[in-house]
């Protein structure tokens, strides 16, 4: 049975991060819930959607996160329980409405769960999105562990109805992409009716009272925070060092603590309420502390507020401020130095040793030591790629073969999605640029104005399906409406793949599963005015020859690339009933002059090269049988056999 | 309750994206679970899903629940998906006494295969660690994941080897029902299969010594 529909309190279930994190909107009896998909975030509106059915709410993929929390808000503004989900990245897309809504709360709990990724796991920042709350003056709660995760989602509702203001519950990878037991509360089904009622306003105007009650109602949250169960200290009452520390910081330093043997010499402060900081709680716990080490992730976010609340505290009475480590020190360092990066229980326990001025144990890493030396080879490295059969590299290389045709050394302008590995090997290092989704367009945008200023280069913007519903839209009508030019190659896939294949407006269904009506690319482009082509990368010469016509144009037009994503295809219908393979009688290999043009050339992970044989060869282990290939041996030494189906 | 023989017991498995590498971790974690032990997985995925390296932390304790990452040089057992990521992960993460599990079929990496880098002879890679540890075994799971019906069914061939080996203290059911918690219809029915080749190829084996 899943374990998100059973109603059995006390019972133990391994659940992920993201589970747990819904499970606690579940038990807080949560009515309507929006995301964006985003790594480490999608599972969460994942779940949601999956048993939304079985609980009678309401759960949506929206087209980008402002509009998932703006969703969120309207079902808050009638009373009921919203919550919104998304990545670090989202919560800059949705930061305008963050601050305005601070303003102005709302009667119904509302949650914004974020789910950051320290060290760029999955993403292309480690954005510390803490530093939201503090800038919107919305209380921050810090899961350490899957239970609180679930526990303090709960919590965030009551929290948010009871100050009448959004609450922020920030998550990392560690604990969204991790499994853990949890043990479930009890269901809850709150019955309420969506209203707004007669003189129900919500407006930020004017902006200064309403920021005064707005401070009112955090110095209310901090007050509630002093008494809070999530915030707690261990360990002895005369600490040589006090560990102060929220989120995944807590389990590295209470491992590298048992692993050292310091559990009775050194204290835990464990934080998991952030903004506001319980202020009193703190500074009794800190009285006897001789020295402080802080560890978080990845900004010294709470090292900086500690500091602040010790100096004010210390400014005007005789007390004292103890010996300060963590990242400003430089104490606390991973692998790229202070401040950057996540933490793991390596990193903590050094920091814990030099906070104390001791060694780190020898013994660590022994076999590492014994092994080094011994390995006498190059351990070649392991890049992203794309999936074999995937219709991106098909688009890269009609991309790439069009721009040398054209010959001005025309720009690859990337933009977020699976896309972005264009800029590594498998798309041939082509991508130019990539930061945030639609960024693509408004640079091609900025960049098609350029010729005033002797920029030559035609200039291809490349983002994806769900991307162009996101964010790329505003930029589109920025080109057309001042005229810029470049050509916008939409690679449709028919789903946002990297995230896990949710679906979006232009897949014709919803989050649970219904029918929806399917936004069609072109036809926006076409009311746009914007000339748009669809073609199927895999035509490979077709497809190179219409985005050569397009690029000598001079104008602003679409090209939708269409093809599906390797992996849902295989999802959906398994792979196709034929063989690819090498005909080792045709391939001559090295004699052949194309210097193992298949292998070396088109970067699929299946096409191997047989040392023994001297021949080229695919490896079926990983071949999606796609069949691509075949077209680009110029000895014609790939074939493909249909099999008869069964 | 399973007795642990070691607390906590760390196990990590090693590979690349694509081959079911959290699925394992799920069936070892849940067959865990069903014995009262406490579980704890940590998962490296999202860009590793696209042919990167990609590692699960799988930490068992009967006490108070762990943390999802296991120290450096602290990891008991290595389930291993490919040569060079057991090797790679064997290093950083492997205790002095680590027993490691590995299907020696190499996935090679797209610079190897473009001629930029070169991938040393899996004889090679085994036996700098064959050298240094007390056990390493081999599983020729992409064969006999081939043979249970799905090449993508290696990953439990190599969950089915570990249950035999006897490295955790798991019971063979409990795999078995974690496994039928977790799949339904065909997907489970080879994954079954696939389990039992694992466990079967390795029960001939004895590794206590």
Known sequence: MDPLLLDEPGRKVLLMGNEAIARGALEAGVHYCSAYPGSPSSEILGTLSRVAPHFGIYAEWSSNEKVALEGACGASFTGLRAMASMKQNGVSVAADLLTAMSLTGSPGGLVLVVCDDPGGISSTNEVDTRHYARLADVPLLEPATFQEAKDMVRWAFELSEELHLLCMVRSVTRISHARGVVELGRLQRIQRRARMGPGERYASLPPCPKHEELKEKLRKARALFERSPFNTFTGPQRPDLVVVTCGTGWWYATEALRILGLEDRVGVLKLGTTWPLPEAFILRHLEAAPSVLVIEEPDPFLESNLKAILVQETAHTEGRVPRFFGKASGTVQGPYGSGVGEMNPDIVLEAICRSLNREVPKARQALKKQIQSEIDFALPKREVAFCPGCPHRASYWVMKNALRLDGRDGLLIGDIGCYSLGFGRTGYSMSRTMHCMGSAIGFSSGMGKLERFGLTQPRIAVVGDSTFFHACLPGLVNARYNSSAFVCVVLDNSATAMTGFQPHPGTGRTALGEAAPKLSIESLCQAMGIPVQVMDPFQLQAATALLYRTLQTEELQVLVFRHKCALLQSREEGLPARRVFVDADRCIGEQCGCNRFCSSAFGCPALIWDAKGGHASIDEVVCSRCGLCADLCPGKAIRILEEEPA | ?209
Do not use: W
């Open chain 2, 1 to 209: 309750m399973s007795a642990l023989r070691k607390d906590p017991l760390n196990l990590i498995i090693a590979g690349v994206g694509g081959q079911g590498n959290i699925t394992a971790s799920q069936v070892i974690a849940q067959a865990a679970l069903l014995e009262g032990l406490l579980p704890t997985i940590g998962e490296t995925y999202g860009v590793s899903q696209r042919g990167g390296s990609v590692m699960s932390h799988v930490r068992l304790t009967a006490g108070t629940a762990l943390g999802p990452l296991i120290p450096k040089g602290e990891a008991d057992i290595l389930l291993g998906f490919e040569p060079l990521e057991s090797l790679q992960v064997a290093v950083e993460f492997g205790r002095p006494d680590i027993r490691v599990l590995c299907n020696p079929r190499p996935i090679y990496p797209i610079g190897v295969l473009a001629g930029d880098d070169h991938y040393p002879a899996v004889e090679k890679i085994l036996e700098v660690l064959r050298r240094h540890i007390p056990y390493l075994g081999m599983v020729a799971a992409t064969e006999l994941a081939q043979q249970a019906g799905d090449i993508r069914s290696m990953n439990l061939v190599m969950v089915g080897a570990l249950a035999a080996s006897g490295l955790l203290p798991m019971k063979r059911g409990s795999y078995e029902e974690a496994l039928s918690s977790l799949f339904q219809g065909p997907v489970l029915e080879v994954n079954r299969s696939a389990f039992e080749k694992g466990f079967l190829a390795f029960s001939a084996r004895d590794l206590s010594n």
